[in-house]
């Protein structure tokens, strides 16, 4: 099949460049996708050949040839459309520059997405390891991995331009009911229960895969008293490894030893005489103890999110701000070395879960690579658009308070743990 798009312009196009994509192109809708690139870019099109897969599960194909005005429209638009999984069919390697400064990439280096990634090296498709967004590509004995701008070392070849590069989208499955309704249009007038019994279904097959599930929390939990449900998740060995701040930690051990969140007692409703007190003075005896964990070993601390972390071997890592009381003294006050930790601990995750935090939920949507599947639930639809729209396509969002979404989870995996039915739906 054949197909031209009028010039955008009289003058013929002086420079073209074939390319081809291949995968799900159609469903997933990256041909057109591809094609507005070009055309917004100030290009024009031709495809000189396509093959649509026959069945659900066939691959397509596409060999397009770009048209441009001059080489640096043509630059502009392969590199545009380079994210989107197209590849021109002249194979040539990447490009490679010395970095000339510490802490900085060389000018024109290639800005990494968080889909999977390869570049050619002598003449071979090479896997770009850690995968993430927004990091440069650095190339060492014959290995390409994705690298933060901080951690660019004097010399390092970093990879510039986007020759030799090829992307492949994530395509997008058809998911079942609950997730597809969770991620199109953000609203607050959706019904919760599909999406909800959707979420228990894929941490129960997630857990029964071995995979490792990430909580990402805000101190919401421990304010609407939902902390008592996050205690069952980490016991039930649902959450592997817990991401938060200062506060819900801080906020979690004051519950745990006053019975208070912000000086509120949680079972009556009711501010407690100097409560404001409460959250520095449970910080203040953690300290006194050397540590949430020898506050646990020593009888301190008896309940609560972060003692369940320690009871049952879930790691977590606290990434302090500007505004922190104290603070605890596992926070990591360092951002750059709390991004570093992240990084590392973040590598095998399965599944994220995030629950009303927006400044922690972006910051670990931009580690992600894009096959991880995240769920959010924030009362706030920002939160789930700001991820959206800084490139976590992947995020099925949930707007919806925390409480009533915590306690019906848990009665959701309860019913599909006592039926088996998760099972038979998932065909385990």
Not at 244 to 268: C, M
Request: proline fraction near 4%.
């Amino acid at each position: 099949m054949e197909n031209r798009v009028l010039q955008t312009s009289k003058d013929p196009a002086g420079h073209v460049e074939d390319v081809e994509i291949r995968g799900h192109i159609i469903e997933s809708l990256i041909l057109p996708k591809v094609l507005d690139c070009i055309v917004n870019n100030g290009g024009a099109f031709r495809i000189k050949q396509v093959a649509v897969g026959q069945a659900q599960k066939d691959p397509s194909y596409a060999l397009i040839e770009v048209q441009a005005r001059d080489q640096d429209t043509l630059d502009l638009i392969l590199a545009q459309v380079a994210d989107h999984g197209a590849v021109a069919t002249k194979a040539q390697d990447c490009s490679l520059a010395a970095a000339d400064i510490e802490g900085a990439f060389p000018e024109g280096f290639y800005s990494t997405t968080n889909q999977r990634t390869e570049v050619r090296l002598a003449g071979q498709w090479t896997p770009v390891a850690d995968q993430e967004m927004d990091c440069g590509v650095r190339v060492e004995a014959g290995a390409a991995r994705c690298v933060p701008m901080t951690d660019v070392r004097l010399g390092d070849a970093i990879v510039v331009g986007h020759t030799g590069v090829r992307v492949f989208p994530e395509e997008r499955p058809r998911e079942s009911q609950g997730f597809a309704f969770m991620e199109s249009n953000v609203s607050t007038e959706k019904p919760k229960g599909v999406a909800t019994r959707e979420v228990a279904r894929a941490l129960l097959q997630n857990r029964a895969a071995g995979g490792k599930t990430l909580l990402v929390g805000g101190p919401a939990i421990v304010h609407t008293g939902s902390g008592q449900f996050v205690q069952q998740l980490i016991r039930r060995r649902y959450i592997d490894l817990l991401f938060a701040g200062n506060a819900l930690a801080t906020h979690d051990i004051e519950q745990a030893l006053f019975g208070t969140s912000l000086g509120v007692y949680l079972e009556q409703g009711g501010l407690a005489e100097t409560g404001h007190e409460h959250h520095l003075r449970a910080i203040n005896r953690i300290r006194r103890a050397g540590g949430i964990r020898q506050a646990v070993d020593s009888g301190l601390l008896r309940s609560g999110i972060m003692f369940e972390c320690v009871r049952q071997g879930v790691d977590f890592l606290l990434a302090g701000s500007i505004r922190d009381d104290g603070p605890l003294p596992e926070v990591v006050t360092d951002v750059l070395d709390a991004q570093r930790q992240m990084r590392e601990k973040v590598r095998g995750v399965t599944f994220c879960l995030m629950i009303a935090t927006t400044l922690h939920s972006v910051a670990v949507g931009n580690l992600l690579p894009a096959w991880v599947k995240v769920v959010c639930v924030d009362i706030n639809p920002s939160t789930i658009i700001k991820l959206s729209d800084r490139g976590s396509f992947q995020t099925a969002g949930l707007v919806t308070d925390v409480e009533p979404f915590l306690r019906v989870l848990i009665e959701e995996l309860t019913a599909m743990e006592g039926s088996g039915q998760w099972a038979v739906d998932s065909g385990q």
